[in-house]
């Protein structure tokens, strides 16, 4: 029985779930000083298992705390699979009412709080109580700045835990709340088509330098429609003054200016269409994301100037994992 109940708990049995299988008190205690069994939390054991998972250290923790406990803030994040946050060794838990008063928390990594949650407000996610999407999201964007709050955002997105029905019921939960004001700007800046936070923070950066891009996810083809490849963050060309009837002269002789007719050829007026197009429809032509040295300020070379100061103190920090298959 306690091996059916550790393999559906990640390798853990409390000392009430023992005791109810029909050991003692005793049988416990001689199962933990010959190192059988692990003491991971108040009154958790780890069985038969070497080196215990993140998520296993959760799991103990919310065990440890009684029934009314459940994960919180970035670690229900975690446990969601939210990316955007900086790897934490924290473990956030919280209690309701006089329930956190009264609990005693032994391990440093743990942090207790008391928070009052409506119901339907938890639910179970591989069997550890924790807060839904939608809440975890409201409470984070209150806690985190900017980046971080808005690669959360932009993460639920993708991942289509929340929709834009769930961002609009958002600064209602945090209205009057510590943080409302910035939170909401978040919320204006989330953009569902970002794939991974560093994407996140480089769309960010590029709006800071006055050049937001007009595609995150752009597709290219070649002349006959095929998908050649899809590039992050692209730049449409700004439009070109036509010049004056006076003016308009044959670049090469023999050429002509004059729009093609409908009888002409299906051939020839493919020839005559964008090199680059989005999803089979005309678009101009998209200035490369590095070119070097353009003589003259367009948003290529604004772009140059902004990626040269682009950096992320330490993109290992950031958690990747459920972020979509965006670094491409």
């Not at 834009?164 to 209205?175: C, K, S």
């Not at 510590?178 to 989330?190: I, P």
């Not at 891009?213 to 070649?222: E, F, G, H, I, T």
Request: glycine fraction near 8%; aromatic fraction near 2%.
């Amino acid at each position: 029985m306690l091996r059916r109940v550790a393999g559906v708990q990640d390798g853990l049995v409390t000392r009430a779930q023992a005791l109810d299988a029909g050991l003692s008190r005793h049988d416990i205690d001689h199962l933990v000083s010959v190192g059988r069994w692990r003491p991971l939390a108040r009154a958790v054991y780890l069985v038969n298992v070497e080196t215990p998972s993140r998520r296993c250290r959760i799991r103990a923790a919310v065990l440890s705390l009684g029934p009314l406990a459940h994960a919180v803030f970035g670690t229900a994040a975690e446990l969601h699979g939210l990316a955007g946050l900086p790897r934490r060794d924290e473990i956030h838990v919280a209690l309701p009412g006089r329930a956190a008063k009264l609990a005693r928390v032994s391990d440093q990594a743990i942090v207790l709080h008391q928070l009052e949650h409506p119901p339907g407000s938890v639910l179970r996610v591989a069997g550890i109580a924790v807060t839904t999407p939608l809440r975890t999201v409201a409470e984070l964007i209150l806690r985190e700045r900017r980046y971080p709050a808005v690669s959360v955002l932009d993460s639920a997105l993708w991942q289509r835990l929340l929709g834009p029905e769930d961002l609009a019921v958002i600064p209602a939960l945090i209205r009057g709340r510590r943080g409302a004001v910035a939170a909401r700007g978040y919320l204006a800046e989330a953009d569902g088509r970002a794939q991974s936070p560093l994407e996140t923070r480089t769309r960010l950066r590029c709006v800071d330098g006055k050049v937001p891009p007009d595609a995150l996810q752009l597709a290219v083809r070649d002349h006959d429609g095929y998908l050649l490849g899809i590039g992050d963050l692209g730049w449409r060309a700004p439009p070109r003054h036509r010049r004056s009837r006076r003016s308009r002269s044959p670049r090469h002789p023999g050429s002509s200016l004059r729009r093609p007719s409908p009888a002409e050829p299906a051939a020839q007026r493919r020839l005559d269409r964008p090199p680059l197009h989005l999803d089979g429809h005309p678009r101009p032509p998209l200035h490369p994301l590095c070119r070097p040295r353009c003589h003259r300020r367009s948003p290529s070379s604004s772009i140059m100037r902004l990626t040269g100061h682009l950096s992320i103190e330490n993109p290992a920090n950031l958690m990747i994992n459920g972020g979509g298959p965006g670094g491409r």
